[in-house]
């Protein structure tokens, strides 16, 4: 009987100190804007399943590249193209290129702005106002935005209007403040219960703008990544794809 307690108590000691060795492990994501808020649920779903601490940095896909090629020490980078990664693949930054999920755009309106869909690509949008994008140079749904402005031959219109965001989250507030009655957005972000916009949405037909497929990869320099690969592993789960999906991207990763 002794001899029974004693190797529960070994037993118990091992998996405690197994425990707490498991818990101390962190890895930090760099994630595009547009993916932040779906990033939050898979992060805090990942960390009470493995006991990995996910630690999240968010900004414009270029502002997040930039920073991981002068070495910021980041585990993994979910970008919000392909471009940025293979960049960072072609410089030896970064390695395991993947398509994690393809983007949507929408265009949302201000419940007091006027607004007709265009119904032919000869047919200019019609906006009234001041029109927030996203900066083309540094995020890809603003590249998107103008890309489809351009297919409706109203760029030039809505340039002499537009207010230029460092990143979708700066696009966003320039809606939510009411600083803009248009805004170019990812669908995510008018996705889920932080989503403080009011007003109609109107989904950018695809054939206007190039498919944003965004795509993830490692940070070659992570001292981490046994762990990022977990991470990656998770993402492959059916629950995390139903909850991408929720936010209103196509899901491309199998």
């Known amino acids: 009987m002794k001899l029974r307690v004693h190797i529960i ?12 060795v498991f818990a101390q492990g962190t890895i930090t994501i760099a994630v595009a804007n547009n993916f932040y808020r779906p990033m939050i649920e898979l992060a805090e779903r990942f960390e009470q399943q493995s006991g ?17 090629l002068h070495g910021a020490p980041f585990d993994l980078f979910f ?25 949507v755009l929408v265009l949302w309106i201000h419940s007091g702005a006027k607004w007709e869909a265009p119904p032919t690509q000869e047919t200019p949008l019609t906006l009234n106002g001041k029109v927030a994008i996203a900066d083309p140079k540094l995020a890809p749904y603003g590249e998107a935005a103008v890309e489809s402005l351009n297919f409706y031959n109203s760029y030039q219109d ?3 209007k537009a207010l230029y965001g460092k990143g979708i989250n700066a696009t966003y507030q320039y809606a939510a403040t009411g600083n803009a ?3 170019f957005l990812a669908s995510s972000q008018l996705k889920g219960e932080g989503n403080q916009l009011d007003g109609s949405v109107w989904l950018v ?7 944003i497929k965004q795509d993830v990869v490692y940070v070659s320099a992570s001292p981490n990544l046994a762990l990022a690969e977990q991470f990656i592993l998770y993402l492959h789960h059916e629950q995390s794809r139903s909850l991408i999906e929720r936010y209103g991207y196509n899901v491309t990763m199998e």
């Open 9 to 20: 108590l070994v037993l118990a000691l091992l998996s405690a100190v197994s425990a707490s």
């Open 52 to 68: 990995i601490t996910v630690n999240i940095s968010t900004g414009s896909s270029g502002q997040l590249a930039t920073q991981i």
């Open 79 to 103: 970008s919000a193209d392909q471009k940025r990664p293979s960049l960072l693949v072609q410089e030896g930054k970064a390695h395991g290129q993947v398509t994690y999920a393809q983007g």
């Open 158 to 160: 809505v340039h002499s």
């Open 181 to 183: 009655q248009y805004a």
């Open 205 to 211: 037909p695809q054939e206007s703008y190039s498919e």
